[in-house]
Antibody, heavy 122, light 110 residues
Framework: EVQLLESGGGLVQPGGSLRLSCAVS????????MSWVRQAPGKGLEWVSA????????YYADSVKGRFTISRDNSQNTMFLQMNSLRAEDTAIYYC???????????????WGQGTMVTVSS | QSALTQPASVSGSPGQSITISCTGT?????????VSWYQQYPGKAPKLIIC???KRPSGISNRFSGSKSGNTASLTISGLQAEDEADYYC??????????FGGGTKVIVL
């Protein structure tokens, strides 16, 4: 069974940092690109960041570029999101998401974790 | 890049068909056949129900179907059932390895 389990969320002050983790099981982790998608309370979904299967390529939404860093450890089947300079508008549930792909191109987000809540408030 | 545009809510009676629209631009929806749709129940994670505009993943009911015309994609739910009451989000590739989601549509079963 494919499972994605996020951890690391919590309450942090504006300007602070937090590191999210996503432990994966049930598929060959290194063969799949992965993403983080977030959802602010009562709001819609927002793609945040993506990383290639090897970890050599990373991508960011403009809203987090320069503040967030995505990474992965394929030996531990784990993905990370280092979040620095956090703002109130970063408050959201952060989902770890597996990307489905066809001929090397991502086509959709086919497996989602249950999410971890990040609250940025003083 | 702005979010894709979806109606806030769509309603229908059991057994009816409803359609949710998702409008983007020529840089996203209109330029790629990489539109997907997600169903989300309150307090739960989203679930993929349509990928690549029209394809249904294994296990998804054939009551769900997708289409696209120009810069607008659509999700149709036929034979509406009470269990279909949920939030639905569209998503499109927007180039440069970026993705855009719609604002979400609440489906209400009357």
């Amino acid at each position: 069974e494919v499972q994605l389990l996020e951890s690391g969320g919590g309450l942090v002050q504006p300007g602070g940092s937090l590191r999210l983790s996503c432990a994966v099981s049930g598929f060959t982790f290194s063969n799949n690109a992965m993403s983080w998608v977030r959802q602010a309370p009562g709001k819609g979904l927002e793609w945040v960041s993506a990383i290639s299967g090897s970890g050599g390529n990373t991508y960011y939404a403009d809203s987090v570029k320069g503040r967030f860093t995505i990474s992965r450890d394929n030996s531990q089947n784990t993905m990370f999101l280092q979040m620095n300079s956090l703002r109130a508008e970063d408050t959201a549930i952060y989902y770890c998401v597996k990307e489905d792909h066809l001929v090397g191109h991502t086509t959709s987000f086919d497996i989602w974790g249950q999410g971890t809540m990040v609250t940025v408030s003083s | 890049q702005s979010a894709l545009t979806q109606p806030a809510s769509v309603s229908g009676s059991p057994g009816q068909s409803i359609t949710i629209s998702c409008t983007g631009t020529g840089s996203d929806v209109g330029n790629y056949n990489l539109v997907s749709w997600y169903q989300q129940y309150p307090g739960k994670a989203p679930k993929l129900i349509i990928c690549e505009v029209t394809k249904r993943p294994s296990g998804i009911s054939n009551r769900f179907s997708g289409s696209k015309s120009g810069n607008t994609a659509s999700l149709t739910i036929s034979g509406l059932q009470a269990e279909d009451e949920a939030d639905y989000y569209c998503c499109s590739y927007a180039g440069s390895r970026h993705w855009l989601f719609g604002g979400g549509t609440k489906v209400i079963v009357l």
